[in-house]
Structure formats: structure tokens, C-alpha cells
């Protein structure tokens, strides 16, 4: 299989790793958190300047690190969507140019096949088909997995990310970005049926809910009316209770979904991806129910659930064993359609 040298500058990590499929050279990942928490959250002209400065250091870094030299890089590879335009340009272009300076081919990745291949980097022998629950601060996907670019997603969130309601109900519950971690923290001394919250079910016109799209704006909303509320009734906010109970929402929602999907699907295993499988809750929930039905499920390690390289690169890889390369004309969309992850490659 081909090493390939890959970047990711989607949202507010740098990232920079050096993978031969599923073996990490090595993996550099520069968080821009701690700048982005003075907003209150990602600011997209900061983010974008913030990859400038730390990426020329971070690809001489990663090459240190994996002690190759350039004669061993098989192809250079970088995130070209979904994401911020502005970001994902600074990776894409330093990508091309080291293509272009060491004469090697280029890969533009999908962001979200990248966290698909990210279990692949902690399961050598996990092979599709698999159902890949992808959940992080962006998007909320259940995509049947049938083999490298081919996917098929069969439910989404209609509005707010999963890891976005995180985010979004601890900024309205005073509690600093991302939301994620400081909910789990919390939720973890709070009673889950302190208070009943809204899953987030899809009506059909003919009656019924839709079995795997789901809505989190409603729950967001619900949490926001629960602490006026309260504090209307001049109760002190229960912070963690508040937590536990809209964690566990959010488990048992994703959860339903999933487990209905592998079943209905005949897949077996279902592997988690994205910042949100470090919840949990959501790993609780989700392997109790798996385990009653059978089913295996995959949590990556938490360095390969949220933002890294190394993931794309293992995609890369992938794709370049199969002779799939980018032109260099290729850029940058803050959205596209999993099922065109083809349409990047001329092959
Ligand atoms: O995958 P990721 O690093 O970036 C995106 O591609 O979006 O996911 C970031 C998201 C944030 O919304 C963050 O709040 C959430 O993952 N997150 C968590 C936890 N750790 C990170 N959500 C729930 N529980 C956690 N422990
Ligand atoms: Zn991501």
C-alpha cells in the first residue's frame, strides 16, 4: 500500500500525518481551542490563520517523526470538503504544492470518509460492509459503508449536529466551548430522569416517524425553556441533572436510530465516529443495546474520534492503491454529498 503524507484544516484543528493504510508514521495535531474559546466558538477568519502559522512546521514535524524522507511519500493528500472554505483552502493548496515541488500525486479526501477510515487505524481486520454512525460537531450520519467511495447514508439530522446541540445547550447553560466534554463531565453526577426531554423523532406525512433522520433543534429549544423556567420560578438551575438528562436523550435518540438501522440493513457491526463518540453516555447506551441485539460496535480511540490527519491519510492510501488521484485544479466545498466523494478522483 502507498504511505502518503496527508493534511486536515477543516474546521480548528492543523493537522498533518504520514499513514501506509491502517500503519500511523506519524500523526501531528495542533488545536486551536483554546483561541477559538474567547468567542465562545469557531471564527472562521481566525481558524484559517491560525492553519497558516502552525502548518509549515507541523508537515516538517510529522516527516521527522515517521523518519522518511521524501523519496518514501507515495502521494500527498488534504481535506477538500466539507468544512470552512477558508481553512480547508490553506491545507489544499500546501498540498498541491508539495505535490507539485516533489512530483508526486494529489488526493483531495472528504472529511467525512476520512472519519469513516478512522476506525480502520484500531480495527485491522474490520472490513465493509459496516453501518458508520457519524457524529460530531457538523454533521450526525448513519452511512452504510460498502467499500472505499462507496456509500449510501441512510439518516441524518434534519437540523442541528449532534455535537452543535452539545455545544449550542452549554453555551446556554454558562458553560464555556466546546460543550461536549464539559456536559459529559457533568452529567456523569446528575440524574438522566431528572427531567423528560424531546428525542427529536421526523413526522411522516402518512403518520408515524421517520426511522433513522432525527432532530436535535427541538431538544436545544426544550433545555432553553426548561432553565426559563426555572428561573422564572426563581429555582436555582440543576446544572447537572439538566446535563444528564439531555445527554441521555441524545444517547437513547442516536442510539434507537442505529440499532434499527444495522438490524433492518442486516450490518453486524456499527462503528462510531466523530467528536461525540468520546461520550459517554452515547458508548454506554449504545453498546448495552448492541450487545441485547447481537451487534458489534467500534468506538475508535479518542484520538481518532475528533479532527486528525492520520485518518485522511488512511483513506488516501486507500484510494491511491486504487490509482484514484485528484487534478490540481480540484478545490474547496464547505458542502458535498458523501455519495460524490467519486467525482474527486479521475480514474
Ligand atoms: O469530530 P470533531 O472533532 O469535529 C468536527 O468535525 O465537527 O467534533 C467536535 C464536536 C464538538 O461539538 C464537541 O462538543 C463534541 O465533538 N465532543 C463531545 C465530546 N467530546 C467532543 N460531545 C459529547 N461528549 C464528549 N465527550
Ligand atoms: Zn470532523
Redesign the pocket.
Known sequence: MPTVLAIET??D?TAVAIVNNRQVYSSIIASQIPVHQQYGGVVPEVASRQHLETLNQEIAQAMEQSHKDWGQIDGIAATCAPGLVGALLVGLTAAKTLAMVHKKPFLGVH?LEG?IYATYLSESTLDPPFLSLLV????TSLIYVKDCGNYETLGETRDD????A??KV?RLLKLGY????V??KLAQTGNPQAFALPEGKISLPGGGYHPYDGSFSGLKTAVLRLVQQLEKEGREVPLADVAASFQETIARSLTKRAIACARDYGLNTIAVG???A???G?RKFLQAAAAEHNLRVLFPPLKY???NAAMIGCAASDHLSRDHTSALTLGVHSRLPLSQVMNLYEH
Open positions: 477543516s474546521c484543528e472529511h472519519h460530531s460537531g457538523g454533521h449536529a449532534a455535537g452543535e452539545f455545544d452549554a466546546p460543550g461536549g466534554p456536559i459529559d466523530g467528536g461525540v468520546a461520550n459517554s452515547l474520534c475528533t479532527d
